[in-house]
């Protein structure tokens, strides 16, 4: 029998379980429940009470919430192994050891951990965490889920707050051909040169589930009643927000859904409008999703210490 067939026999199969037993495998451990007690961030109108307040205005606002470790999720969202903007690799590469802190710890609770490297899927053909969602029944999807999400109607009355239209590359032109003739020689395609996700994040092949589909990761969340959806990775203004498992998508769906805003990067050139720097447009794309799309959340909630920050880069890093 081919190994990729006898895998997935023996993945469906529940590890040799009956059907209840397999049922309950695909859940987690429930004989000791873990409470996630996090903070969540998002920002509503500024009442104009005065003059003195410019309309439009919002103030932030928070709420306490009490999660089971067993209805939660992360998706790990374009977490690649490269990218065409050397800017981007570097902060990416500064995201990495918190990111892989945070989700070791929330697998250790019981939380589900959904790894979407999009278009390097084929990379895991072979992945039990690839082959495990095989396992995972259909349930109904709603209509285009597995198409890209450009604005839902919260957004619609609002304008954008970044010009992204050029890319969003922020690397000098110096660093971006010297960066695209490294990607050469290694035998990559420049423009797009990923090819897995990122080795410094651990996807653990007897838990983990490795999709870039909008369908599929539904399929995972209503199968496994994953009420709670917590989206991290790369980019806030791109892939974060419009993938078919991105935050637009899973919110005017119904899905609770949160971004961990210290944890995402987004793809923005201070050259273009409003001509802020890098981590100030990336503040604001998080703002506008905090006003018009979910809620957001920090890293540091679940292991302690201080929120991830940046350390900006700077022509000659």
Known sequence: MPLRLSTVIFLISGFGLGPDQTRNHLHADNTAETTLNVT???QIPTPQTSNEKPANSYEIATTSEAWKASQTAVIICDMWDSHHCYRAVKRQEQMVPQMEKVLNHLRSKGVTMIHAPSSCVAAYADNPARLRVASIPKSAA????NKWC???PSEEQVTYPLDQSDGGEDDTPEEHATWAASLETKGLNPRAPWKKQHQG????PAKDFISDQG???????????????ILLGVHTNMCVLGRPFGL????????????MRDLTDSMYNPKSWPHVSHLEGNALIISHIERHVCPTLTSDQFVGGKPFRFTPITTGR
């Open 40 to 42: 969540l961030q998002h």
């Open 142 to 145: 709603p209509d285009g889920i």
């Open 150 to 152: 450009r604005s839902i």
């Open 201 to 204: 994040l651990t996807i653990d």
């Open 215 to 229: 369908e599929e990761i539904w399929n995972i969340l209503k199968h496994k009643e994953l009420k709670n959806v």
């Open 248 to 259: 637009r998508q899973l919110s005017k769906n119904g899905v609770h859904v949160v971004l």
